[in-house]
């Protein structure tokens, strides 16, 4: 009965951490439509906002590192963090600026069928700089999943080819930022979780926004009353964005990262609804049909993944079970070499 409430327990908290992922993730793409959309709040500077997220995550993860010492920082000398964070920083700074940019011009149930191109661009990005290796099969998949969401994006009622353009680059920057994070981090044995990944990425993402923004929207915020800060509003949102972050930690962390890539697709699909049923925007059958197809190829490619992944961690448990039984025969023949040299 002790193990049945356990596994009760471990299930209950599994669809929490999905539940409050799915919820906090929701909330912060509704909410960052909300400020930047002329037709909403119409506060269009998405490189202000971006920003605001930055500082605020930057400084809640200091606290939580430095002074109230949760998390423990990662050893990084600063040629490391030179040569590895600081390009990282860069490309989430591009990710995150042309992704919220996004915002003003599509709807959100239309970003999010856009955003099913993202394995189709880790894996081209990964074939390019020689990191995995082409498949034919997986060519397939991938030119399913454009095909899908080619086929969205002519359905969609109100296509803007500047939006489009926005988000393509913010897919593009975001997928090399991840194939970086395994070239640069991941490969040299270090791991950053979302608190310590603030607390190295968000003040150096902050230092490159500061540039386009001199340029771009500082002199317009100064000139207009939008120059006026809202407390309750940025604040309350920057602190959906780093609950985002906790989130994810949650969620990997108890779960798996293939748990997310499933609440991801259910968090996809009620955006989609929620964008058709409360905000108005429109969707139509052809953007169902297309997201359909793209939904199926990025479900085979995580089904792909995991029995990859299962094929090789299955390989490397063989290897470590040859490797003890071949050390419990070298034992054995050493006792078996003693005994005889005692008789």
């Known amino acids: 009965m002790a193990l049945s409430d356990g596994v009760v327990k471990k299930v209950l908290l599994s669809y929490a951490y999905v539940g409050i992922w799915i919820f906090l993730s929701f909330t912060v793409i509704v909410y960052n439509k909300y400020i930047l959309d002329r037709k909403l709040y119409n506060w269009p500077f998405p490189i202000s906002l971006t920003m605001i997220h930055m500082a605020f995550c930057s400084s809640l993860a200091y606290l939580l590192v430095k002074v109230f010492k949760l998390v423990e920082p ?6 490391l963090y030179l040569k590895s964070v600081v390009p990282i920083g860069a490309l989430y700074a ?3 600026w042309f992704s919220n940019s996004a915002y003003i011009f599509l709807s959100v149930s239309f970003i999010q069928m856009l955003k099913a191109l993202m394995p189709v661009a880790v894996y081209s ?46 897919v593009g920057f975001e997928a090399t930022r991840l194939v970086l994070i395994q070239i640069l981090l991941n490969a040299k044995g270090i791991s950053l979780n979302p608190i310590t990944s603030l607390y190295y990425v ?16 500082f002199p317009v915020l100064k000139e207009t009353s939008s120059f006026h800060f809202d407390f309750v509003i940025f ?7 780093f609950a985002l972050n906790l989130a994810v930690f949650l969620l990997v962390g108890k779960t798996s990262a ?36 793209a939904f199926i190829g990025v479900a085979y490619y995580n089904h792909a993944k995991l029995q990859a992944l299962k094929a090789a961690e299955a390989q490397k448990k063989a290897q470590q079970d040859n490797v003890e039984a071949g ?13 005889e040299t005692q008789d």
């Open 327 to 339: 050390k419990l025969l070298e034992d054995r023949d050493e006792d078996g070499k003693k005994n």
């Open 94 to 96: 591009l990710s995150l």
């Open 202 to 217: 968000a003040p150096c993402c902050f230092a490159f926004l500061c540039i386009p923004w001199i340029v771009v929207e």
């Open 125 to 170: 990005i990964g074939i390019l700089i020689k990191k995995d290796p082409f498949k034919s099969d997986t060519m397939v998949n991938m030119l399913s999943i454009s095909f899908g969401v080619a086929v969205a994006a002519y359905g969609e009622a109100k296509f803007n080819s500047w939006g489009v353009s926005l988000q393509l680059m913010a």
């Open 258 to 293: 293939l748990t997310m890539n499933v609440a991801g697709v259910v968090k996809d699909w009620l955006l989609i609804a929620f964008s058709w049923s409360v905000i108005k925007d429109t969707v139509t059958p052809i953007n169902l049909i297309g997201y359909l197809i």
């Open 74 to 79: 990662v050893s990084m000398s600063r040629d």
């Open 235 to 241: 604040g309350t949102n920057s602190l959906c964005a």
